[in-house]
């Protein structure tokens, strides 16, 4: 299995609304990535999970909170977004966060979040 | 300050036609470089990877070229289809912290 995937493919929330992206792969890859891309904009890195341990964490607002329950699965926790915060949300995996080929990473599909 | 740029930012050809995206990169120190096809509202694709060693490498119609020394790659797309319309990525790899920097994109469209 090489591929990334993530669920769901579209969501739509209020500013009050709580809910979770999903994001699995099982290629045995120890480092996960959560990225945020506006329309027509270079992928923007929020976390780098390494052994299922934050990090990094770009100064991302509290309002988003990922989670890493095992080596496999990857969430993000959303709560109380802004409007701005409508965005194509990738997940992103690679054998290890270290350089060279080891962390060519590999994409999922995206998830298409729009807030209300 | 590590950046990627590409050039054109967008592109349109006909069906058939061959044509080179740029990509000129001030990453420093360099690991290595990659280019991917980001089809709209869908995740990117990775088509090539290429370290500082490397100085050109294929993947079906797209061959990827690397010049370390001028910090510069270009991919070269043969024989265009309909389905490579889509944003070709360049993206480093290096600059500390196991980061990668992208480029903007260029946007191609491939018509009749």
């Known amino acids: 299995d090489t591929e990334v995937t993530q669920t769901p493919k579209h969501l739509v929330m209020g500013m009050t609304n709580k809910k979770s992206l999903k994001c699995e792969q099982h290629?045995?890859?120890?480092?996960m990535y959560w990225y945020k891309q506006k329309a027509k904009k270079p992928p923007e890195l929020m976390f780098v999970?390494?052994?299922?341990?934050?990090?990094i964490n770009e100064s991302v607002p509290s309002r988003f909170s990922p989670e890493c329950p095992n080596s496999s699965l990857l969430n993000l926790h959303l709560h109380a977004l802004q409007p701005e915060d409508s965005a194509l949300y990738l997940c992103?995996?690679?054998?290890?966060?270290?350089?060279?080929?080891?962390?060519?990473?590999?994409f999922g599909p995206g998830t298409r979040l729009t807030v209300l | 300050k590590n950046q990627v740029e590409q050039s054109p930012q967008s592109l349109i050809i006909l069906e058939g036609k061959n044509c080179t995206l740029q990509?000129?990169?001030?990453?420093?120190?360099?690991?290595?470089l990659r280019w991917y096809k980001q089809d709209t509202g869908r995740g990117p694709v990775s088509l090539t990877i290429?370290?500082?060693?490397?100085n050109t490498k294929s993947n079906g119609r797209y061959t990827a070229t690397l010049d370390a020394d001028t910090k510069q790659s270009s991919l070269h797309i043969t024989a265009s289809q309909l389905s490579d319309s889509a944003s070709y990525i360049c993206v480093v790899s290096g600059g500390g912290g196991n980061k990668l920097t992208f480029g903007t994109g260029t946007q191609l469209k491939v018509e009749l």
């Open positions: 290429m370290t500082f060693s490397e």
């Open positions: 290629m045995g890859h120890r480092a």
């Open positions: 990509c000129n990169y001030t990453v420093s120190p360099f690991s290595n």
């Open positions: 999970y390494s052994y299922e341990k934050l990090s």
């Open positions: 992103a995996s690679s054998q290890d966060h270290g350089t060279g080929f080891l962390n060519e990473q590999f």
